[in-house]
């Protein structure tokens, strides 16, 4: 059926040229296919939205076709001409313009100064300060915005979705006609989206192609025409909007297979008492947190990008607290202010960024390994005393229990494949007696065979009544190793699954699909 | 802070459109507690003498010209340390080539205005060709400076015709020359920075190189002009001391601590030293702050290393008042 609907587009479109056009392109990173023989074709005057999970290579197809990367193979065709773009202004000189996630303006100049860098009106080198003024004039006019934003505010004052529109109006500027934006609602509130929604509708109107980037399926549904779907680095297929629904993109996103083995789930008889649960928590990203967290077991918590997974994890772990609400750990109420105080409470937390928050790249596996142990102890006392005599032991007990594959464990962890990168962030969490375990995406960017190791580490860990949360944007893992499935949706948790829950049931709950209220298990069956 | 207290609108917008920096605030009141201190415990001439008010103007000549240049290095993103030794050997190489007479003056300007040039674009392409960090990269210069002039010369060298000495001595009316030449460099530095395609530029590439880069433009260039426009202001000041002390000393720049202070006075008067916020503006103010306590202590009598202590306060205390402020802008 969605071929179907993918020829039909074909043969309404041949007539015309199209404005941007992809062929058989592909990309490899060391270890990871991102794209694979993708071919698609942008048309003037339509809205364009791509989508996939994380890693469906949605982001390096963008930066392909804007000139930050350059494909391994396959051509660009602009206005049916091949290019090639080296550097993202030689994209930007020839019309295709990229609006990136974080801004690209300098907070302490002017819009107008921002929007002109570089090409200011001027004579002998003095700026021509008027004229300066209205181009920019001129310019936000064109997107309707020559009464909201003035072309001498500070770009630092100006609202996320008002920043946005200016680097909107510079792409227009330099008279682009393919806006590629990534994820261009995501840190808008709706109002704001709807200011977007309209200045989208007017550049369509202008004939200009416009690609996005979303995670938000409602979203997709309100501006796109056209929905292409990527799925690990391939093309799943392109659909007219009018066509599609959400069932039928969440299916074309998620269908795949398990691809590899996952430890057993734990045995419900097996869980003990309660030792995390939290009630009514909130912060300024998070509302109404309710939770409970049993020994020995492994609860999943699952959302789109922005739907406060990591958020949570840190409120969790004390990095932003809870201001509101009440902590209970081990059956006592608790107040996690720092981790410091997570870390004394038997917390511990594996975070998303290895490189920047897990590990000291430069430093040797063994003090790695000793960070946190030390990091509660004494400041002055802990190397010089027990430290060194018990990390003559720990070090090597510690790595036999996670299997770092090193000769030595004085080599910097830097040296590390990441997969043994994750193992020495593991064990130094293991070496302060940690009973709660936080993951935020723990195999992330490392390869199979680790991260089935890491898969059954976890699972070990249960098994020594360690209680688990493991945050993760790879489905196939949160249904592979939770017992419990919790789903997340802008800062709140909206719904719980049983064990085993389809990936489509997820993902609809998790674009606000379905509502979940947290104690119902029912949900609809599965559009397989 | 305590003097804004302003009802009516226009004014309000006025003060406002003017963009003054805070730091002005901070002048006021170093001067006014100065000036009270001198009330009480001295014969009160920093209240009372206008005389007083210009001498402190002609302190802060020296390192006002070059801290302007610094502002611009720092407003690009980068620094530079080499002020302090390319300030000593302005003056050895323009007395020495001077030799005390008249005729000498205008090959010695050339000669050491060649050299500044050469050492800002040195300096310049070390940072921007060789991705040194210009930390690093202008300490590297400094030293070779150093080094140079220490082995060549160790005592004063040539003199200065009177002629000369106009810039150190001279007056229009009742305005000192030096005075003059201070405020049309500021003025100069103003335009520069907020009229010309350089000077946005120039914010650019400090605020933000990928963003300048992705813009199209030369951000290698921008920083270059930079550091030779930076180093041509130190020359300024080298021949601004040499011109007062007649004659050219290898120490001038280290004892005046011309590299250090400068970037200090620039942080005071707010610019961000990661670059691409800030302004000459505020760079005056923090000189003139400098040149008050100078005058102020020597009033007083005070041990002039308690200057040192009170500078290095108060460096702080400007720095931690616009970090608290940027916080509260956030929140």
């Given at each position: 059926m969605i071929e179907e609907q993918i020829e039909g587009l074909r043969e309404?479109?041949?007539?015309?040229?199209?404005?941007?056009?992809?062929?058989?392109?592909?990309?490899?990173?060391?270890?990871?296919?991102?794209?694979?023989?993708?071919?698609?074709?942008?048309?003037?005057?339509?809205v364009h939205a791509v989508v996939g999970e994380n890693g469906a290579g949605k982001s390096t197809l963008m930066k392909?076709?804007?000139?930050?990367?350059?494909?391994?193979?396959?051509?660009?065709?602009?206005?049916?001409?091949?290019?090639?773009?080296s550097h993202p202004k030689q994209a930007h000189e020839q019309g295709v313009s990229i609006i990136y996630q974080e801004f690209n303006l300098l907070p302490d100049r002017t819009v107008?100064?921002?929007?002109?860098?570089?090409?200011?009106?001027?004579?002998?080198?003095?700026?021509?300060?008027?004229?300066?003024?209205?181009?920019?004039?001129?310019?936000?006019?064109?997107?309707?915005?020559?009464?909201?934003?003035?072309?001498?505010?500070?770009?630092?004052?100006?609202?996320?979705?008002?920043?946005?529109?200016?680097?909107?109006?510079?792409?227009?500027?330099?008279?682009?006609?393919?806006?590629?934006?990534?994820?261009?609602?995501?840190a808008l509130s709706s109002t704001e989206v709807q200011i977007l929604d309209d200045l989208i509708v007017k550049l369509k109107a202008r004939g200009m192609a416009i690609i996005f980037i979303s995670h938000r399926l409602n979203e997709v549904f309100d501006i796109a025409d056209v929905i292409t779907v990527l799925k690990d680095g391939v093309l799943v297929g392109t659909v007219d909007k009018k066509a599609a629904t959400t069932h039928k993109i969440v299916h074309m996103m998620v269908g795949r297979e398990l691809d590899h083995y996952f430890p057993p789930l734990g045995n419900a008889d097996d869980f003990g008492p309660v030792v995390l649960s939290v009630k009514g928590g909130n912060n300024p990203f998070l509302t109404d947190i309710n939770l409970e967290l049993r020994r020995g077991e492994v609860v999943g918590v699952a959302g789109l990008q922005g739907s406060g997974r990591t958020e949570l994890a840190e409120a969790l772990f004390g990095v932003t607290p809870f201001k509101s609400g009440s902590v209970t750990l081990m059956g006592k109420p608790e107040l996690v202010r720092a981790p410091s105080q997570a870390i004394k409470k038997q917390m511990g937390f594996v975070t998303e960024d290895r490189k920047s928050e897990g590990i000291w790249p430069r430093q040797p596996i063994r003090d790695n390994m000793l960070m946190t142990v030390r990091a509660i102890q004494f400041m002055f006392g802990v190397i010089m005393k027990d430290g060194i005599r018990k990390s003559r032991s720990l070090v090597p007990s510690l790595g036999k229990q996670v299997d770092v594959r090193t000769d030595s464990y004085d080599r910097e962890v830097q040296f590390l494949s990441g997969g043994n990168q994750q193992k020495v962030v593991l064990s130094k969490w293991l070496a302060s007696d940690a009973k709660i375990f936080i993951f935020d995406e723990p195999t992330r960017g490392i390869d199979v065979?680790?991260?089935?190791?890491?898969?059954?580490?976890?699972?070990?860990?249960?098994?020594?009544?360690?209680?688990?949360?493991?945050?993760?944007?790879?489905?196939?893992?949160?249904?592979?190793?939770?017992?419990?499935i919790l789903v997340m949706r802008d800062g709140r948790i909206v719904g719980e699954l049983p064990a085993k829950s389809s990936e489509n049931d997820i993902m609809l709950m998790a674009t606000g699909h379905i509502p979940g209220d947290g104690s119902d298990h029912q949900v609809p069956a599965g559009v397989n | 802070m305590t003097t804004t207290t302003i009802t009516k609108k226009s004014f309000r917008e006025v003060y406002r459109s003017l963009h003054i920096p805070p730091v002005y605030y901070f002048l006021i009141v170093v001067f006014l507690?100065?000036?009270?201190?001198?009330?009480?415990?001295?014969?009160?001439?920093?209240?009372?003498?206008?005389?007083?008010?210009m001498n402190i103007l002609v302190r802060s000549v020296a390192l006002g010209i070059v801290a302007i240049g610094q502002t611009l290095v720092i407003i690009g993103g980068s620094i530079d340390l080499s002020v302090a030794y390319l300030i000593s050997i302005t003056s050895v190489m323009s007395s020495y080539v001077m030799q005390g007479k008249p005729e000498n003056v205008f090959k010695a300007i050339v000669v050491v205005f060649a050299i500044g040039a050469v050492v800002g674009l040195v300096n310049g392409l070390i940072v921007t060709k060789l991705r040194v960090n210009p930390f690093i990269a202008t300490l590297g210069t400094s030293l070779i400076l150093k080094g140079i002039i220490n082995g060549?010369?160790?005592?004063?060298?040539?003199?200065?015709?009177?002629?000369?000495e106009f810039f150190g001595y001279e007056r229009v009316g009742s305005i000192p020359v030096s005075v003059i030449i201070l405020f049309l460099i500021v003025i100069g530095g103003w335009f520069v920075l907020s009229k010309t395609k350089f000077g946005a530029h120039l914010y650019g590439v400090g605020g933000n190189d990928e963003v300048a880069r992705l813009s199209g433009l030369?951000?290698?260039?921008?920083?270059?002009g930079a550091h030779i426009i930076c180093s041509l202001t130190a020359v300024l000041t080298g021949l601004f001391i040499v011109s007062r002390l007649r004659a050219g000393a290898p120490w001038v720049g280290p004892d005046g601590v011309y590299d250090l202070e400068s970037i200090a006075t620039v942080v005071i008067g707010g610019t961000l030293l990661s670059g691409g916020k800030g302004g000459v503006w505020g760079t005056l103010a923090g000189v003139i702050i400098f040149g008050i306590?100078?005058?102020?202590?020597?009033?007083?009598?005070?041990?002039?290393?308690?200057?040192?202590v009170i500078r290095g306060a108060i460096v702080i205390l400007a720095v931690a008042s616009y970090t608290y402020r940027s916080k509260l802008q956030v929140a």
């Open positions: 309404e479109n041949t007539e015309e040229v199209p404005l941007l056009e992809v062929r058989n392109i592909t990309k490899r990173f060391p270890g990871v296919q991102a794209l694979f023989d993708v071919s698609l074709k942008f048309m003037p005057g339509v392909i076709m804007a000139g930050a990367y350059v494909p391994d193979s396959g051509d660009i065709l602009l206005e049916g001409k091949k290019v090639s773009f107008a100064q921002n929007i002109f860098l570089g090409r200011e009106p001027s004579k002998f080198g003095v700026i021509d300060a008027n004229a300066l003024h209205k181009m920019a004039l001129v310019v936000l006019k064109e997107v309707g915005m020559e009464d909201i934003i003035k072309p001498t505010a500070m770009c630092h004052t100006l609202s996320v979705a008002e920043q946005q529109i200016v680097e909107i109006a510079k792409a227009i500027s330099f008279n682009s006609k393919v806006l590629i934006m990534d994820e261009p609602a995501a065979e680790a991260k089935a190791s890491i898969h059954d580490m976890i699972r070990d860990l249960t098994k020594k009544g360690i209680a688990v949360l493991m945050i993760s944007s790879e489905l196939p893992e949160i249904i592979g190793m939770s017992d419990r | 507690t100065s000036g009270i201190l001198d009330q009480l415990y001295s014969d009160g001439q920093i209240l009372s003498n206008p005389l007083i008010g060549t010369f160790s005592n004063y060298t040539g003199s200065v015709p009177r002629s000369f030369r951000t290698d260039r921008v920083v270059i306590l100078d005058t102020a202590f020597n009033q007083l009598g005070v041990n002039p290393y308690l200057t040192i």
